[in-house]
């Protein structure tokens, strides 16, 4: 059991904010007849159907690995709406920078799920792009005044080296000690294609010529069809919708807050290439925008020089002329790795290791049977802003699954009591607002066994 309840946290905490987007807009989009009130807390309510959605999305998530009654699905969905409700009555505010910058988020969430915003606007029922916005917008208010109500509650706590100690103890008398997967610690070199001064020149000149064209009466959805290099061109033509917060390119996002409405711009240089833009529209702080992208070529001679390069630096490593290091220092291209010896920094947690059974499949097949200090032979990679490369990888560290030690999973172990800690803060500040707080359970779930007492709250 606690095992199960332990899951469960990790999975709500993980994507909470996905589900409430999800309840938010098959609630409000589908405009669904309200089928029963499960509960009222202050002045916020969860729904009959809530729990049913709620419930088939966290079986979902854990691919059928926790199964969860209604009632500990309603406790979970009670726990929630009691943070957003004391988080007003604390008076924690959020930005609408803040606001906006979710609201982003989740539209292009939703548009990658669905190739293009209009099939979303569609599938749920909204009248446009802003009915959307607008309902998102309470959704992820709400997000926030829970995280931050959470931070608030939880901020000041923080665990000894004896608490450590004393927690690990505890699971290892109960044989409850956690098993850690086998972890990676991986370095790269990274040579990249660097096209000619010609091609980029081709590539600039082509986007004036489309430039001039357009602006003579030519449309600009069928230029960007024919000609654009973003992948997403079939599906929208180039068009996007643009805040200040969103989490497009700072160049994009300039150039979209720089232009006049139906002014075309000059070709401009991203990560991803060379941009034209046409701003279509201003509606409060959105630019609806299109825009053309081109990347320049690399002949194939050019790739093949750079693949025998990179067979060179490899036998110069494996035969002891240089070490790996030496070899990241004067040879690498990739900047993010280059000053750190080639360490790559996994960007779901910022730190060095890999989980080794949640990585790419195919990047999973080149590196699982490396040994520590064994190198990949140089492959060929490209990065979605198109450019070309040839890299090989080290593995610098390698530990397989295990049960923890306290030794060797110190940080980890830390984490998992310092989580521990702050659940049981969080238990007790709602054990305690729920004496104070207006709570009414409907009839059907007024048999519920519930771990905190919520049934003896004052209605009030």
């Known amino acids: ?236 033509g180039g068009e996007y919708s643009v805040t200040k917060e969103s989490a497009f390119i700072k160049e994009f996002k300039e150039m979209a807050f720089t232009l006049d409405i139906g002014q075309v711009s000059k070709p401009f240089k991203s990560e991803f290439g060379y941009h034209i833009m046409q701003l279509h529209a201003v509606k409060g702080n959105t630019r609806v925008a299109s825009h053309i992208l081109m990347q320049p070529e690399v002949p194939d001679s050019k790739m093949n020089e750079l693949k025998v390069k990179a067979d060179s630096i490899v036998q110069k490593i494996r035969e002891g002329a240089l070490t790996f290091e030496e070899a990241v220092k004067k040879y690498s291209d990739d900047e993010d790795t280059r000053n750190s010896g080639g360490l790559i920094i996994n960007p779901s947690t910022g730190e060095s290791k890999f989980d080794l059974t949640r990585m790419d499949p195919a990047f999973y097949a080149r590196v699982s049977d490396l040994k520590k200090g064994e190198m990949t032979d140089p492959f060929y990679d490209e990065e979605r802003s198109g450019d070309k490369m040839f890299k090989f990888i080290l593995m610098k560290g390698r530990t397989d699954t295990h049960v923890a030690n306290i030794i060797d999973d110190y940080v980890k172990v830390q984490q998992l009591a310092l989580q521990k800690k702050k659940e049981e803060t969080i238990t007790k500040w709602s054990k305690e607002k729920i004496k104070d707080t207006y709570i009414n359970i409907g009839p059907t779930h007024s048999k519920c066994t519930f771990d905190k007492n919520w049934k003896k709250a004052v209605n009030k």
Not at 16 to 44: E, H, M, P, R, W
Not at 56 to 81: A, H
Not at 93 to 101: F, K, L, N, P, R
Not at 107 to 112: A, L, N, V
């Open 1 to 236: 059991m606690q095992h199960r309840t332990t899951i469960l946290k990790y999975i709500k905490s993980s994507i909470f904010a996905l589900f409430l987007c999800f309840l938010g807009l098959q609630t409000s989009a589908q405009k669904v007849k309200i089928d029963g009130v499960a509960v009222v807390i202050g002045k916020n309510i969860v729904l009959d159907s809530d729990i049913a959605k709620f419930k088939q999305e966290v079986e979902v998530r854990s691919e059928g690995k926790v199964q969860i009654t209604d009632c500990e699905m309603l406790e979970e969905l009670m726990q929630q709406k009691l943070m957003a409700h004391h988080a007003v009555v604390d008076s924690v505010t959020v930005s609408d920078a803040e606001i906006s910058e979710k609201v982003e988020r989740s539209i292009q969430y939703f548009t990658q799920q669905y190739g293009d915003v209009d099939k979303v606007i569609k599938a749920y029922g909204f009248n446009d792009l802003e009915d959307l916005k607008k309902e998102l917008t309470t959704v992820q208010t709400e997000n926030l005044l829970i995280e931050k109500e959470q931070l608030k509650i939880t901020e000041k706590i923080d665990v000894t080296p004896e608490e450590v100690r004393l927690y690990f103890n505890g699971l290892k008398e109960k044989e409850e000690l956690p098993q850690f997967p086998a972890e990676i610690e991986l370095a790269q070199i990274v040579l990249t294609a660097v096209p000619t001064k010609q091609e980029v020149e081709r590539v600039i000149n082509k986007l004036n010529e489309l430039k001039k064209e357009i602006e003579d009466g030519s449309n600009f959805r069928m230029k960007a069809i024919i000609n654009s290099d973003d992948p997403g061109v079939t599906t929208n």
